[in-house]
């Protein structure tokens, strides 16, 4: 009898386990077959009663639990295990409840739990005066308290930071949902939020429908606006957001999200819309799509396109001058590689003309780089590109170009390293509408056949010593190729973004793209300098020139490379910790070294104060309102002021003669164990059409385990 009896002491503790595990919201499922080990100071059973007793120190022990109690008794007449007495149970989470009293029903699943706290794993607190277990689901807690905060060291009587009481709490496991009635949210034992009813799911949901925590502002464009999100978990695989957006000035907009992911791929679509007060219906549409056909191929489309220039702007969703769309499919195989693509354009500027936003259809290319020969080394490699560029008003071209290069890397007897290369270019174009100066416009077939050859050397010598090694390394890049190569009738659409710096300066071909070659011989020339230290700091320095026989007016006056000396190009990397960094990148004229284009960037600091600086300075590189001169200055820091609080600060300014600044923000943010709060300020400068200078405030709350709450005002 005692035996049988004892099996019922040990169902007793999971049930035990699974009260106090849904008290907190843990579905963890326990065995029963498990072998249990028991111990108490004495074992009493009650012929006539029909109760057995177990009584001091009581501890059982089954499948990772281990339970603890002064008495725990079994009356098999009323078929009911019961507790008594410092009850604990230590669950294999981590998890500790306590309690004073557990009455259970034979069957383990109605029970009645008294004064039951819960120290879970993560330190979060739970209490509760009382507490049903009814049917092995539903259980209902009395007079409950919740906190994830740690108890004052100086005061552990006191409040915590903040906490949860409700009058009623109950968990349904299968609907893996915890309701509260009456709950009061305090902040330091001061009520400051009713909530007369609220649901959230349990712990072990990972994602559920329902509305998210909605967010309040007031913008000077919008006026007072609220954003109410609701999330749509349409399975495991996909799931939406719809987010409707109130303003006092401009009405309602709506925002829609959908996101699918499988096994070969993903798609995500972020799509708005709205009438505003001038009855213009606005909205966007940005989608990205990656989907696998098989190990070599996979195929992609992004699609980004607003209904006008400043509504991304204006609405916040975005800060983008263009967008571009594209369709594509790729395919790797070993040293090959194949696809096909086409792009739209369209441009957000004032001055973009959408009659000269080019559709790409198709843009193809194939590149191929063989395997080294054994001995020799040398390798063959072959470029394939095509590409069809229309616009309803301006210049269309059609091009098919080929590219063929042989290469042969050397290493010579005093460890000089040379590689010699010979390339053939052809490409071959139909172009209407193409503008060749003096006004005047040609149509038909043009081309060319470009043949180059360079033979690249460079020798790096080491020194080691006590501490660091040091690198010095030469490098001379010699080029022959036939002047020219550029006919007027070649329309130049994809290699216009050119700048000479240290990054292209032993480059065969310093454009970016096909439309343009880079003729003439040439002699690229420059010195690398290394110190490493072996504590992980060190220092970089490169600089560089380039020696062409003719002046080339391919490039422009501003560019540095039309005369026979280009300008000086390098930079300085100086890295003495992993906690602070130096760059600076430059191109300074060959006439009186005044810098052309240079580049800053600083970065360093502990978490008492961290500063980051970029500056950038570049003279007017052509014609056009994109290549004017640019001078801006970006800046940042942080500062931990103590274990909890952090303080930041930032600042962008253009410093041309006619800019200001851009943008400002400072911040400041609280974080401990339990409850996160940010203040940040934001003033904005821009300004395009119906955009205007705005200032927003950002006031974030973080419960732990609760969520956040934001509140922008402008």
Request: hydrophobic fraction near 35%.
């Amino acid at each position: 009898m005692i035996g049988k009896s004892l099996l019922w002491l040990t169902l007793a503790a999971f049930l035990v386990s699974l009260t106090g595990t849904a008290a907190h919201a843990q579905n963890q499922p326990s065995s029963t077959t498990d072998p249990a080990v028991f111990s108490a100071d004495e074992v009493l059973y009650d012929d006539q009663l029909e109760i057995v007793t177990a009584r001091g120190n009581v501890e059982i022990v089954q499948g990772g639990r281990t339970l603890l109690a002064d008495l725990i008794s079994y009356d098999r007449k009323q078929d009911i295990v019961t507790a008594f007495g410092n009850i604990s149970l230590l669950e294999p989470s981590g998890d500790v409840i306590f309690a004073e009293k557990v009455e259970l029903s034979g069957d383990l699943k109605t029970g009645v739990v008294t004064e039951i706290r819960i120290l879970m794993e993560d330190n979060s607190r739970f209490a509760a005066r009382g507490g049903r277990r009814t049917d092995g689901n539903l259980t209902e807690l009395k007079r409950a308290v919740y906190s994830p905060c740690e108890l004052c060291k100086n005061d552990p009587e006191g409040a915590p930071l903040w906490q949860i009481r409700a009058a009623e709490v109950n968990h349904d496991q299968k609907e893996q949902t915890i309701e509260y009635y009456d709950a009061v949210m305090e902040f330091y034992g001061i009520p400051f939020l009713y909530l007369p009813y609220f649901q959230h799911p349990d712990p072990t949901v990972k994602r559920r429908s329902g509305f998210l925590a909605p967010t309040f502002g007031n913008n000077s464009d919008l006026g007072f606006f609220t954003q109410t999100p609701y999330f749509w978990n349409i399975n495991e695989h996909e799931d939406a957001t719809f987010t409707p957006i109130i303003t006092s000035q401009e009405g309602a907009a709506g925002l829609a999200e959908y996101r699918w992911r499988g096994m070969k791929g993903r798609f995500d679509i972020e799509t708005s819309i709205t009438e505003d007060s001038n009855d213009d219906v606005r909205g966007h549409i940005f989608s990205e799509s990656r989907f696998d056909i098989d190990d070599t191929w996979r195929w992609g489309l992004d699609v980004q396109r607003s209904t006008d220039d400043t509504y991304l702007d204006r609405y916040q969703l975005s800060g983008e001058d263009d967008l571009t769309s594209r369709a594509y499919v790729e395919g790797f195989s070993g040293r090959r590689y194949a696809s096909a693509s086409a792009y739209a354009y369209q441009g957000l500027r004032e001055d973009d003309d959408p009659g000269e936003a080019p559709l790409v259809l198709p843009f193809a290319q194939y590149d191929f780089v063989g395997e080294p020969t054994e001995g020799s080394g040398r390798y063959f490699t072959f470029n394939a590109n095509t590409q069809v560029l229309q616009r309803s008003d301006g210049t269309d071209s059609r091009r098919m170009s080929l590219k063929g290069g042989w290469n042969m890397p050397y290493t010579g007897p005093m460890g000089d390293e040379v590689v010699v290369s010979a390339t053939v270019q052809s490409d071959l174009y139909h172009v209407n509408d193409v503008n060749v100066g003096n006004g005047r416009t040609e149509n038909g077939f043009t081309g060319r056949v470009f043949p180059q050859a360079s033979v690249n050397w460079s020798w790096p010598l080491v020194r080691d010593q006590q501490g660091a090694h040091q690198i010095v390394k030469p490098m001379v890049s010699a080029v022959v190729a036939p002047y020219g190569g550029n006919p007027s009738d070649i329309p130049n659409e994809d290699s216009q973004n050119f700048e000479f710096d240290d990054t292209n300066l032993f480059s065969a071909n310093r454009f970016t793209g096909y439309d343009r070659v880079e003729g003439g011989p040439r002699l690229n020339y420059g010195m690398n300098w290394g110190w490493y230290g072996n504590g992980g700091g060190r220092t970089e320095v490169l600089v560089g020139q380039s020696f062409r026989v003719k002046e080339d007016d391919t490039f422009t006056q501003e560019s540095g490379l039309q005369q026979h000396f280009s300008d000086l190009v390098g930079r300085v990397e100086v890295a003495p910790t992993n906690s602070l960094s130096f760059l600076y990148r430059f191109r300074l004229s060959k006439e009186n070294l005044e810098p052309q284009r240079q580049e800053i960037g600083f970065s360093g600091g502990e978490r008492a104060l961290s500063i980051g600086l970029n500056y950038i300075q570049v003279e007017r590189q052509g014609s056009g309102d994109e290549f004017d001169a640019r001078e801006e200055i970006s800046l940042n820091g942080q500062s931990q002021l103590s274990k909890h609080w952090i303080a930041r600060a930032d600042g962008r300014r253009d410093l041309t003669s006619d800019g200001g600044w851009l943008r400002i923000g400072a911040g400041l943010s609280y974080e401990d164990e339990c409850f996160g709060f940010s203040l940040d300020y934001v003033r904005s400068f821009t300004r395009d059409r119906d955009v205007n200078a705005d200032d927003t405030f950002m006031l974030r709350f973080l419960f732990k385990n609760l969520g956040e709450v934001g509140s922008p005002v402008g």
